[in-house]
């Protein structure tokens, strides 16, 4: 009689998932919530800067991290690392999944750690880039490159904060990350109520709030991690397979994210020639225009692609070699 050796068996599926009309108004509610905190903050904004050159530059600082979240963390990685970590969750072991989170988080991270450190040294350059016109005012132009440097470290934490939030939706958890912006809107208004009135420059408050609400969302959301056994060891391996994936699959996602993306940066960019102000209404303007967008179409988007990537992984099993969903839904 043979032993069988052990098997590292993959994880153990946790209850079946809630169907894809619960799960977008779960998504949906969690995120009406948040925008409606986010009309709230904005509000709070208005009352307490309106829209000077203080509001303009600070839009500017805000808008150039964001921008590149957009872009690449909630953009092209998210379209390429869910349904790599499906495939991996259905046909790998809990040793490759964890393997492969690590190798993320640390390939990942020392990119942006390297790309907040140029940013932040270089904040001048990245002010005239996306607002020339503010070279003009010489004070607007000084106070928005300062704050880009409070600002853009927002940027790593809250491409790490989406990067575990992908991985809480893979595995159907959707609460947590639609949850998460709350904290930045509650953390936003409290620096502008209490903050403000205590520093020389009320604005800077502001751009210490949205550095601390990065690391807020970042905390917050690793104990879900922890519970399914996932909180990543951060270790730089450009060479893990699913990595390569990864970077093989965010191009395509790349080029489709960033038309809309840089539509909406060249608006700011041609806003900071106009009257003091104009940045400032601009960015009134857009967020009540995207309102119903994030309510709706993305709760639909963020429930819809792990749901897609699990039935895809589940039915490529048996298949030889296996095919990967690409970001626009075709397989490569």
């Not at 009309?39 to 964001?66: E, Q, S, W």
């Not at 590149?68 to 390429?80: H, K, S, V, Y």
């Not at 009540?288 to 990537?309: D, H, K, M, Q, W």
Request: hydrophobic share 55%; proline share 8%; net charge positive.
């Amino acid at each position: 009689m043979s032993i069988k050796p052990p098997v590292d068996n993959p994880p153990a599926e946790p209850p079946k998932a809630p169907g894809l009309l619960r799960s977008s108004g779960v998504v949906g509610i969690m995120t009406l919530l948040s925008r409606v905190l986010g009309l709230v903050r904005d509000m709070v904004i208005a009352r307490y800067f309106g829209a000077g050159a203080a509001a303009d530059a600070f839009f500017v600082a805000f808008k150039i991290p964001n921008f590149l979240r957009r872009l690449f963390a909630e953009g092209a990685f998210n379209q390429a690392f869910v349904p790599v970590l499906s495939s991996y969750r259905h046909q790998q072991s809990i040793t490759d999944v964890r393997r492969l989170v690590n190798a993320v988080a640390g390939s990942l991270g020392l990119v942006l750690l390297g790309v907040t450190l140029v940013a932040m040294l270089g904040a001048p350059v990245l002010t005239a880039v996306f607002a020339p016109g503010f070279m003009d005012d010489a004070e607007k132009f000084s106070l928005a490159s300062d704050m880009l440097r409070i600002t853009f470290p927002y940027l790593l934490l809250v491409s790490l904060t989406a990067f575990a939030g992908s991985i809480l939706n893979s595995y159907d958890r959707f609460a947590i990350p639609a949850f998460t912006p709350v904290l930045l809107n509650l953390t936003m208004i409290a620096a502008a109520v209490f903050l403000s009135p205590l520093m020389e420059t009320p604005i800077m408050a502001l751009a210490w709030g949205v550095l601390i609400a990065g690391a807020l969302q970042l905390f917050f959301q690793l104990p879900f991690l922890m519970r399914l056994g996932l909180l990543p060891r951060p270790k730089v391996d450009y060479r893990n397979e699913g990595v390569k994936r990864i970077l093989t699959l965010m191009a395509p996602a790349l080029f489709g994210v960033s038309v809309s993306q840089i539509n909406l940066m060249l608006d700011t960019v041609l806003a900071s020639f106009l009257q003091t102000g104009s940045v400032s209404w601009l960015y009134y303007s857009d967020r009540l225009a995207e309102l119903p967008l994030g309510v709706f179409g993305i709760a639909i988007a963020t429930v819809i692609l792990p749901n897609l990537s699990r039935k895809h992984a589940a039915e490529s099993i048996d298949s030889s070699p296996p095919r990967w969903i690409g970001p626009c839904g075709a397989c490569c």
